[in-house]
T-cell receptor
């Protein structure tokens, strides 16, 4: 099992460009999450999907949209990137009805110039 | 949103020393998790504590959940260079099977253990 995979690993954008971060898990998990990690800020929740077909806002959703494409895949879209969105983005998943470990992907490092 | 305060923010020690990292809040947690993150990787779960006063041991790591379930600590005995990393506490919100389940993370403690 690959666990949680994220693409791309690195990305540089110019202000105003758009892009989609991809996340997939092969553990048959119900719930998936997107976080951003900034120096000295820990991880902050952007959006989450408790189960296929549902999405909800987290702590810092402004400037982002998500799509739960199917049970395996959960994408994060930046429609018009801003320098404030420079960060490392992590996707995570968990089995909804189990004790609550979240499994994280390796992250995408995004720089917006 | 529960605010989690972690201290210290940075810790640099010599191999063999003991250390304690703290995670505090003014709110009561249903449960709390500790994760460890190495450079360039995602966090990995170390432990979940659920019951007030609970103590869990994982080799040289000891985790304690406060009696009032508002605070937690991580103690490492005889630290080794392999313990180097970012230690994050996370408060669990919502029920395990509910649609509102999510984690709120502290800002982390960056530990460096020098040989």
């Amino acid at each position: 099992n690959a666990g949680v995979t994220q693409t791309p690993k690195f990305q540089v954008l110019k202000t105003g460009q758009s892009m989609t971060l991809q996340c997939a898990q092969d553990m048959n998990h119900n719930s998936m999450y997107w976080y951003r990690q900034d120096p000295g800020m820990g991880l902050r929740l952007i959006y989450y999907s408790a189960s296929e077909g549902t999405t909800d806002k987290g702590e810092v959703p402004n400037g982002y949209n998500v799509s739960r494409l199917n049970k395996r895949e959960f994408s994060l879209r930046l429609e018009s990137a801003a320098p404030s969105q420079t960060s490392v983005y992590f996707c995570a998943s968990r089995l909804q009805w189990a004790p609550s470990e979240q499994f994280f992907g390796p992250g995408t490092r995004l720089t917006v110039l | 949103t529960q605010l989690l305060e972690q201290s210290p923010q940075f810790l640099s020690i010599q191999e063999g020393e003991n250390l304690t990292v703290y995670c505090n809040s003014s709110s009561v947690f249903s449960s709390l998790q500790w994760y460890r993150q190495e450079p360039g990787e995602g966090p990995v779960l170390l432990v979940t504590v659920v019951t007030g006063g609970e103590v869990k041991k994982l080799k040289r790591l000891t985790f304690q959940f406060g009696d009032a379930r508002k605070d937690s600590s991580l103690h490492i005995t005889a630290a080794q260079p392999g313990d180097t990393g970012l230690y994050l506490c996370a408060a669990v919100q919502g029920n395990s099977g509910g649609s509102n389940y999510k984690l709120t993370f502290g800002k982390g403690t960056l530990l460096t253990v020098n040989p």
